[in-house]
């Protein structure tokens, strides 16, 4: 707070950040300079672009600068008038219950809903007997068979939700019980029962991968790992366990139908509005044109909640059997089922050191995929991309082995990020054992291995889906990538030099210690420069139909000289709408954010776009956005020229004001011009989501933790943390530190929570109910000290320098616990989660061997 | 009363013309006082009517005996800014002041709150008028997907009126029972201190 008048005044934060500049000459493998004159070849296409896109980051008046979300986003948050599907309300609306399956894998035998619907206020009964044909959600009440604990039997629309709870409770269901494997244990035993009629439980890549084999899911490798086994100095071998994490989101999933004749309003919730508005279309057999589909505000998805839209065309269906609104709110216990998780999985790694490298991996994975085939495929490919790029660079011999099960229970996926933490876990505890092994500490050993910009990507691989991800002969090379910067940063933000080198070493019943973790994600999809060629490609239907990646904004300039942007995009707190809104003000030269406006999630108002993922809205709807400024800035330069009768080249903006630096006397504002037009000045912007292509930008995080462990409980808690991020230039420092902040909490609980499977219902793998016996972090759980730290890496292909950082450095964190607590009191835990039993038992262990 | 489906379902087509947008939802509220439901609605197994007041208005609700407080005020009376997440008293989402004091309404029965003063998040403040908790925690993003703000916001309401000027380690205390998924927790921490400070007039917004 500052002092004024002898008040002190109450400003925005960031509060605790360290922001690391970087010389804007970088030698990175994109070429040097910083000129909007430099170019970079990007993309399949070879296509040129400009560096920064023309845009560099310099003199900036609004990108880089801390502001707080944009009031119309934010401000109906803290009043309680966010209209998130739950506070949808209207007169005669019907509310849904969901009578779920209580078994892992059975058959319904019989069921009868006579009782059930002549019971007091109930409305509809919905089951795969009477359900529409054609359902999108394919798994679901789509015949006699249930997957999961948890799977649809049927829902009920009544009155009220006791009411409709009462009918659920008496739908007569007989079910036959058939075998089913709920864990990895189960699924990879002799005798597992098999789940996919005849195929085999291990999920196969489509034989023409060229990862496809006939014994994994997928494989990777370089070199020779015999020979590296072979030639290695010392050769060690680890294993490790992740049993399965959620994020769980705060808002209950589910949405409201309301009919108006012919044409249906859905309020859904997820992560974007048009791919599940043809959802709907396609399962109801209606025209996508005639739903009008709104979601403007979400109470989080984390990716988690993509899945749980399978429940909307059942409830448009309902709404229009009884000619009412029908509303779903899914109970914690029931959503669960219904959210994409972070899968159980066991890592095995054998790794040779040779010269005090390490020269040879051998890494085999294998996870329980869940209810559906795709993803588990999916992840094990998007598994080993990830992991095996954070190290291997130099390691000459390595192979990859994963392997996915289907499995009786509840699918993997997005959630809060895609297969970071999950895998990361066992990578980031490996990497610290191999560094104990060579004698080093774990920093500089990390520094030696992690890949640097320069080195060519290790992987070249193929997605099982037909889209080329990376170039052959690894020719691709990482360039803004701050792997060294986010290591030597943390180090000096945490104190890494007071951390004990020796395990436990610390005297004392509390005993601290340090830890470090890498983490590395793809924030790249550069959406942009490969820009209209590659959209009008989509557009023609080369893969995937129409919908498939495309983003669109219309940006409108109005007569007080507003700018709206129109983004179908939700917003579930990612506030990624006050993130391009600075970019729209920098672009079209103001120096605050006030003039620009949003208009957000809704059909009738915002153009096409698909859903925002895996944090990069920045570069996805923002190529879109970035396309359309960039029109409507062309357009306006050409507008004031021919008004005033200048140059165009001579004009400049400032503040909605054009000039002429020729004749300072020749202006005209954005708002005359919109007026000239009959009040408003309209582009389109478009951008793609194809795969990485080549045009792609790695960003890398890593998480310095200091930890105190009880060592007569076994209690531990975080005392300081150093969370790093290879940010490229930071739109809004104090919304990033906000998101930042949930980022390592988050983490921290899939760290020590995993998915309560068995605590409510021993012996099945029953979910258990919602927060109940689900461990969340409260206020009481926070650190004392949350320094972030942002390494401006000067991404060269995106405006202004900037890059997607959301999910960098999330993987980490649970290595980062896993190292400190071995740090501060010498017990190694290799299986997740983290708690307080296994720290005892550890520390019992040490003391027997003493 | 018993309905049949029949009977029930042209009761339901009659009730749909009354429908508006739900734009309209402020309106209906605002109405208060109305213990017709909407036309086509039964009526409940075991009806209650009850008065209550909330934000100082007056209310009359007619609800089963098992219904709790969050369904009259959020799908009886449409005040819906009250969020209601975890559904069994363990989030703290739906939380409101009954005499001041917190509760989570979503385990509280309507019947308890009957004729009691009831504050929600409706009563903080509006878009032109925001209270200090609202316009500090939106300078400090004490919000970010919002789910559990209005929650929180009314519990640390009820703490500054306990107690003006809290430590860092009564807003802890107070605010433990909330579970915010964000965990905007340190905005959340600061925004309730500084809160206090610009309400006893030591800051400024």
């Given amino acids: ?850 | 009363m018993k309905y049949s489906r029949r009977h029930f379902l042209k009761a339901a087509g009659s009730g749909a013309v009354v429908l508006t947008t739900v734009g309209g939802y402020r309106s209906v509220a605002g109405s208060a006082a109305s213990t017709q439901m909407a036309s086509g609605i039964p009526a409940p197994m075991t009806v209650e009517i009850g008065t209550f007041i909330i934000n100082g208005a007056t209310y009359q609700a007619e609800y089963e005996a098992r219904t709790t407080l969050w369904e009259v005020i959020a799908m009886k009376l449409a005040l819906t800014g009250t969020n209601r997440s975890c559904n069994r008293a363990s989030c703290g989402a739906c939380s409101v002041l009954i005499e001041g004091t917190p509760y989570y309404s979503c385990h509280t029965l309507a019947t308890e709150a009957r004729e009691k003063d009831i504050f929600t998040v409706e009563g903080l403040g509006d878009a032109d008028n925001l209270h200090p908790i609202q316009a500090v925690g939106h300078r400090y993003v004490a919000a970010d997907c919002g789910f559990c703000t209005p929650g929180w916001e009314v519990t640390a309401k009820g703490l500054l009126d306990e107690n003006p000027d809290p430590t860092v380690d009564e807003v802890k205390m107070a605010l433990s029972g909330h579970i915010c998924r964000c965990a905007a927790y340190p905005a959340i921490i600061r925004t309730v201190v500084d809160a206090g400070k610009v309400m006893r007039g030591e800051a400024e917004l």
């Fill in chain 1, 1 to 850: 707070m500052s002092q004024e008048n002898g008040i002190p005044k109450i400003e925005t934060g960031p509060h605790d950040v360290i922001m690391i500049e970087q010389p804007m000459v970088r030698d990175y493998s994109t070429g040097g300079g910083h000129g909007p004159e430099d170019t970079l070849i990007e993309g399949d296409e070879q296509i040129v672009t400009q560096k920064w896109q023309g845009y560099p980051p310099e003199n900036l008046n609004v990108v880089g600068k801390s502001m707080p979300p944009m009031a119309e986003v934010a401000i109906p948050r803290y009043l309680g008038t966010a209209q998130y599907a739950t506070r949808v309300w209207m007169p005669g609306m019907l509310y849904a219950k969901v009578l779920a399956s209580p078994h892992p894998h059975a058959r319904i035998r019989s069921m009868d809903t006579a009782e059930a619907e002549r019971m007091p206020g109930v409305a509809y009964i919905l089951t795969h007997l009477n359900a529409p044909n054609g359902n999108p959600a394919r798994l679901e009440l789509n015949g006699d068979e249930l997957d999961y604990v948890g799977d649809i039997v049927a829902i009920v629309a009544a009155e009220t939700e006791d009411l409709a709870e009462d009918a659920a409770a008496a739908i007569k269901v007989d079910y036959e019980i058939l075998p089913g494997a709920g864990n990895l244990e189960q699924v990879m035993a002799p005798d597992a029962p098999d789940l996919r009629q005849g195929r085999g439980n291990l999920l196969l890549m489509n034989p023409n991968s060229p990862h496809y084999d006939p014994d994994a899911t997928f494989v990777s490798e370089r070199g020779n790992i015999e020979q590296g086994f072979a030639e290695a100095d010392e050769i060690r071998e680890f294993s490790y366990y992740f049993g399965g994490a959620i994020p769980v989101p705060m808002q209950p999933c589910g949405g409201v139908a309301r009919w108006e004749g012919d044409k249906l309003t859905f309020w859904g919730m997820n992560q974007g509005i048009y791919p599940y508005r043809a959802d709907i279309a396609r399962g109801l057999g209606i025209d996508a044109e005639d739903i009008h589909y709104i979601n403007k505000w979400n109470g989080c998805t984390f990716g988690s909640a993509m899945s749980t839209s399978k429940f909307n065309s059942f409830l448009a269906h309902m709404a229009k059997v009884t000619d009412r609104p029908v509303k779903l709110m899914l109970p914690k216990d029931q959503e669960l089922a219904h959210l994409n998780i972070k899968p159980e999985n066991m890592t095995r790694f054998r790794v040779g050191l040779k010269d005090g490298r390490i020269s040879t991996i051998l890494y085999e994975m294998h996870m329980s995929s869940g209810d559906m085939d795709g993803a588990g495929i999916a992840a094990t490919a998007e598994i080993s991309k990830n992991n095996m790029e954070l190290y291997t660079a130099d390691v000459p011999h390595w192979k990859t082995l994963s392997y996915a099960y289907k499995t009786n229970v509840i699918r993997s996926g997005c959630s809060r990020s895609c297969t970071q933490q999950e895998v990361k876990w066992a990578w980031e505890s490996m990497i610290d054992e191999m560094a104990e092994v060579a004698g080093m500490d774990p920093v500089p050993f990390r520094r030696l291995h992690v890949s640097k910009p320069g080195q060519s990507l290790t992987m070249a691989w193929h997605s099982d889906f037909g889209s080329r991800y990376e170039s052959e002969n690894g020719a691709v090379t990482y360039d803004s990538f701050a792997s060294v910067e986010v290591i030597d940063e943390g180090a000096k933000a945490i104190g890494w030099e007071q951390r004990n080198p020796v395990p436990g070493g610390n005297p004392g019943r509390y005993k601290r210690g340090f830890g470090v973790a890498m983490s590395q994600h793809h924030p790249g999809h550069m959406g942009y420069h490969e820009g209209e060629l590659a959209f009008q490609r989509l557009i023609d239907g080369d893969r995937g139909g129409p919908q498939f990646g495309i983003f669109t904004a219309d940006l409108e300039l109005n007569t007080d000289g507003e700018v709206i942007m129109k983004n179908a995009l939700p917003d579930s707190g990612t506030n990624h709408d006050t993130a391009l809104a600075h970019v729209v003000a920098e672009m079209l030269g103001f120096t605050t954010r006030d003039q620009i406006r949003v208009v957000w999630g809704d059909s009738d108002l915002t153009p096409l776009s698909q859903q925002w993922l895996a944090g990069k809205t920045i570069t996805l709807q923002g190529a879109a956005i970035c396309s359309a400024v960039n029109k409507l800035r062309a357009d306006l330069l050409e507008r004031a020229a021919s008004a005033l009768g200048v140059d165009p080249a001579t004009l400049e903006f400032r503040d909605g004001v054009i000039s002429s630096t020729a004749d300072p006397e020749k202006t005209t504002t954005f708002a005359e011009l919109a007026l000239a037009n009959g009040g408003s000045i309209i582009h389109t912007g478009r951008g793609v989501h194809k795969d990485q292509g080549r045009a792609l930008a790695k960003g890398v995080g890593a998480c310095f933790l200091e930890v105190e462990v009880d060592t007569w409980t076994g209690d531990w808690r975080m005392v300081n943390s150093a969370y790093c991020h290879d940010t490229g230039k930071v739109v809004n420092p104090m919304v990033a530190e906000a998101d930042m902040l949930g980022s390592l909490i988050q983490s921290t609980q899939m760290t020590t929570d995993s998915i309560p499977w068995d605590r409510e219902f021993p012996g099945t793998r029953h979910y258990s109910v919602g927060y109940l016996s689900f461990r969340l972090p409260t206020i009481m759980d926070v650190p004392e000290r949350q320094t972030q730290v942002f390494v401006d890496s000067l991404e060269p292909r995106w405006f202004y320098g900037i890059k997607s950082f959301s999910e960098t450095s999330i993987g980490s964190v649970p290595g980062a616990i896993a190292n400190a607590i071995y740090n501060a009191c010498g017990v190694r835990i290799r299986e997740h989660p983290i708690t307080r039993d296994k720290i005892m038992a550890g520390l019992k262990e040490r003391e027997a061997g003493a």
